[in-house]
T-cell receptor, first 113, second 111 residues
Framework: GENVEQHPSTLSVQEGDSAVIKCTYS??????FPWYKQELGKRPQLIID?????GEKKDQRIAVTLNKTAKHFSLHITETQPEDSAVYFC????????????FGAGTQVVVTP | GAGVSQSPRYKVTKRGQDVALRCDPI?????LYWYRQALGQGPEFLTY????????KSGLPNDRFSAERPEGSISTLTIQRTEQRDSAMYRC?????????FGPGTRLLVL
């Protein structure tokens, strides 16, 4: 089955700096990679996703890049703000069961003013 | 429109009791998913449905756990003879295509 590893587990950045979170996956045929943001006590919310036929996708201050050869994908947050503080989860869908998202362990991002 | 809803939001039960957790997906969403999320961890897949058909139940921990979605809308996750290790946040999600939208979860505490 699919295995997703996420690094780092915690990330502290100064407001205005960039944050990068990296995930690797094991199933080379996985084709959908969403990123979720979860604030304390709240539900996970999708912030961006990418499909395997695209190498990069941007949405304002957030971007995701995918390297299929190396089987890794990354979340980039630019000009970080205090409201970006949250836990971020990457995920991948294994080809043996497309609805079965395999999540990474999460990255706690703390943006300090 | 309304998002995914779950009930109850909190459930405290005694070991050995059965519990039923309900998920009401976004209207029109074909697929419904159940996850379990431990504190500080990512959601862990349990099972999912397309319409009323259970497509994958490989994540259910053991035969005390079962799920159904008889009319292709509301789903119930049932845990029989609960054990303390079943204590967790149980989350439901639904989707029309790939994007999964999560519900607020049911916090289960087994004493």
């Amino acid at each position: 089955g699919e295995n997703v590893e996420q690094h780092p587990s915690t990330l502290s950045v100064q407001e205005g700096d960039s944050a990068v979170i990296k995930c690797t996956y094991s199933d080379s045929a996985s084709n959908y990679f969403p990123w979720y943001k979860q604030e304390l006590g709240k539900r996970p919310q999708l912030i961006i996703d990418i499909r395997s036929n695209v190498g990069e996708k941007k949405d304002q201050r957030i971007a995701v890049t995918l390297n299929k050869t190396a089987k890794h994908f990354s979340l980039h947050i630019t000009e970080t703000q205090p409201e970006d503080s949250a836990v971020y989860f990457c995920a991948a869908n294994p080809t043996d069961s497309w609805g079965k998202l395999q999540f990474g362990a999460g990255t706690q991002v703390v943006v300090t003013p | 429109g309304a998002g995914v809803s779950q009930s109850p939001r909190y459930k405290v039960t005694k070991r050995g009791q059965d519990v039923a957790l309900r998920c009401d997906p976004i209207s029109g969403h074909v697929s419904l998913y159940w996850y379990r999320q431990a504190l500080g961890q990512g959601p862990e897949f349990l099972t999912y449905f397309n319409y009323e058909a259970q497509q994958d139940k490989s994540g259910l921990p053991n035969d005390r756990f079962s799920a159904e979605r008889p009319e292709g809308s509301i789903s119930t996750l049932t845990i029989q003879r609960t054990e303390q290790r079943d204590s967790a946040m149980y989350r439901c999600a639904s989707s029309f295509q790939e994007t999964q939208y999560f519900g607020p979860g049911t916090r289960l505490l087994v004493l």
